[in-house]
């Protein structure tokens, strides 16, 4: 049996949302595969589906740049070890420039951006000194740049979202639309994009947990139907709730307002990225000598 480790719990405790004890179990009865225990857990409990881009992991900020006649766009992330390092002007200032490098520049990936020339060095030597005036790691983690002959709207919340809309229509349309992807947080744009293993693993989640209401077969296919249309509506940007109206759809507000989403792109600031896990595993042990006390 693989050994369940208290990093297994904890990731398994940020994509559900539940117990540290509920998800040790879960995870021992699948042998320690996290998507089994997620699953089992889904099941079992009810727990919504992972929302990973919801999660943030890590300190920074996103960097952004907006050109005049709204063609052009880009942003940068770039992370820290702190939140006090990242409400730094230096740092931010930083963020600001690679941004705007990135928008004139185009550069191909984060290498290229690190070799370019700011202001009389490279990136990159840029980057090495603010970590020795500052104390801290600083790093580029990633960028997106888009030009376009349709039109860009822009949306930061805070400095740690950032969100790039391409669409045709009225300029409050790019607006709402940014808005509602910052908030939302869709993991795809339609439906057709969701690959078919997601749609399948959502359907066995579904159809178990179905099974386990004792229903007749046929109202457990529609219990099975419906909620495989609310999981499509939920991670889909065109099937989402529109936040300004919740009786419509993404889809339905830009067909009422004559308008078409091209694409976009949203940054959260540490998605994905692992902070130390010392707090964690310290309340583990907590949790466990209380327990056994």
């Known amino acids: 049996m693989a050994e369940v480790t208290a990093a297994m719990v904890k ?7 539940l117990g540290m004890m509920e998800c040790k179990k879960a995870l021992v009865e699948t042998n320690g595969e996290l998507k089994a225990a997620e699953d089992l857990l889904r099941v079992k409990s009810g727990a919504k589906a992972n929302k990973a881009a919801g999660r943030i992991a890590a300190e920074g900020v996103i960097g952004a740049c907006f050109s005049d006649d709204g063609k052009l766009a880009a942003m940068v992330e770039i992370n820290c070890e702190t939140d006090f ?5 230096d740092f931010l200032g930083f963020a600001s420039s690679l941004a705007q490098l990135v928008a004139k520049q185009n550069p191909s990936d984060v290498a290229a951006l690190s070799a370019l020339d700011l202001d009389g060095g490279t990136v990159e030597a840029k980057r090495q000194a603010l970590v020795q005036k500052i ?15 349709a039109k860009l709207a822009q949306y930061l919340h805070g400095v740690k979202i950032g ?3 391409e669409f045709e229509g009225e300029d409050e349309v790019g607006k709402d639309l940014a808005m509602h992807i910052a908030f939302a947080k869709p993991q795809f ?3 057709s994009e969701v690959a078919p293993e997601v749609i399948a693993r959502e ?5 178990a947990r179905a099974a386990e209401s004792g229903k ?3 109202i457990v296919e529609k219990m099975v139907e419906g909620g495989l249309n609310k999981f499509l509506g939920d991670i889909t940007l065109l099937g989402q709730p529109f936040i300004k109206d919740d009786k419509l759809t993404v889809e339905k507000m830009l067909a009422a307002r004559r308008a078409k989403l091209l694409g976009y792109k949203f940054f959260v600031v540490g998605e994905g990225i692992e902070k130390r896990s010392d707090d964690f595993a310290a309340e583990v042990a907590a949790q466990a000598k209380a327990a056994a006390g």
């Open 189 to 191: 744009m339609s439906r």
């Open 85 to 89: 390092v990242a409400k730094n002007t």
């Open 163 to 165: 969100v790039l809309v």
């Open 11 to 17: 990731e398994l405790r940020e994509i559900t949302g």
């Open 135 to 149: 104390g801290e790691n600083i790093s580029i983690r990633r960028f997106h740049r888009v030009q376009t002959g």
């Open 216 to 218: 007749p077969a046929n």
């Open 203 to 207: 359907k066995d989640v579904l159809v």
